[in-house]
């Protein structure tokens, strides 16, 4: 933890290698300033370059070329965080403990621990028919498979509703549950339904990246995260952007917007589900929840309006 506090201390962190030409050797720091948010200007190393590309690190070959990058990292807001969401995302998506773990393991020809894709139970509240054609659109793009989705809806829904829904998430399970049946009666048979390790809420009048399940999945690598989400975002409002939260962002915190949340299963409990069906914020005592990247997630305020992509880490 002290490291972490000490790392995350510092805008950019500059590093020298003294071995160039390994493919693989290069200082653990690096990977942990990447994880800690930290992006690093550093001379060449092959092994940056083949195990980390452009994500986050910044490899210089001269002073002028180095000064031309830190001025950029220092003073644009935007072009920082995204390379410090992509750092974030590069390590834990590659290069945790667990998964180097398992890789030995593999290489030695030892029966050891896989990492596997976590499972995510997606939960959407739905009224309207736009919010229909809406859940179809989002389930759609996501890239990551490992997912089911339970819609929470004020009336029955018809067999063909849900042949459609469940085509538009590409034969994924998809399941739902009337507002007619109580709560405890809800929440007993989702949990008795699901299998998924995480639950995650989206909401239909938001906009989500194609990546943002797979994205979402990665923070629960992180050793005793529970509950995470984005206090920090881009809003859509009067066709212009801005960003919420700036202050929030990868750090431990009370609140964020329930269409953001995404959970343990095993953390959930009853009453929670109500307050992500219902509640614009879900929360928990100081420090329970982790605010994510600012990237991949769009609120619309008043007036919302098309604006660019630039909410994406992609985009």
């Known amino acids: ?35 800690c948010g930290t992006p690093v200007v550093s001379t060449y190393a092959r092994g940056i370059e083949t195990l980390l590309g452009d994500n986050g690190v ?39 403990y667990a998964q180097r773990f398992a890789e030995i393991c593999q290489r030695a020809g030892l029966d050891g621990p896989t990492t596997k894709p976590l499972g995510v139970a997606v939960i959407m509240p739905v009224g309207a028919p736009a919010d229909f054609a809406a859940a179809a659109e989002l389930l759609a793009a996501q890239t990551y498979s490992q997912f089911e989705t339970h ?13 459609r829904l469940s085509n538009a998430a590409r034969g994924r399970p998809v399941r739902y549950w009337s507002r007619e049946r109580n709560g405890h009666n809800r929440w007993s048979g989702f949990m008795e339904t699901s299998s998924a ?6 909401w239909t009048d938001a906009a989500y990246s194609p990546d943002y399940l797979e994205e979402a999945a990665l923070f629960f690598r992180i050793p005793k995260v529970d509950f995470a989400g984005k206090a920090c975002h881009f809003e859509a409002s009067d066709g212009s952007l801005r960003l919420v939260g700036s202050d929030e962002e990868t750090c431990m915190v009370a609140s964020v917007p329930s269409a953001t949340v995404c959970a343990r299963r095993s953390c959930l409990k009853p009453e929670d589900l109500k307050v992500l069906l219902t509640e614009p914020v879900f929360q928990r005592p100081a420090g329970q929840i982790l605010s994510t ?21 992609n985009g």
């Not at 390790?197 to 989206?202: G, H």
């Not at 990247?293 to 994406?312: A, D, E, I, K, T």
Request: net charge negative; aromatic share 8%; with cysteine.
């Open 58 to 96: 910044f490899l210089v070959a001269t002073e002028a070329e180095a000064t031309r990058i830190l001025e950029r990292l220092m003073h644009d807001d935007d072009a920082w965080a995204r390379a410090s969401a992509l750092g974030i995302r590069k390590v834990l998506s590659e290069h945790t």
């Open 197 to 202: 390790e995480i639950v995650c809420s989206l």
């Open 151 to 163: 819609l929470f809806a004020e009336q029955e829904l018809s067999p063909d509703q849900l042949e």
């Open 1 to 35: 933890p002290d490291m972490v506090e000490a790392y995350k201390r510092y805008r950019v962190f500059l590093n020298v290698n003294s071995v160039k030409d390994s493919p693989t050797m290069l200082s653990r720091r690096v990977f942990e300033l990447l994880a």
């Open 293 to 313: 990247c600012r990237y991949n997630f769009l609120s619309r305020g008043p007036g919302g309006g098309s604006v660019n992509g630039q909410w994406r880490l």
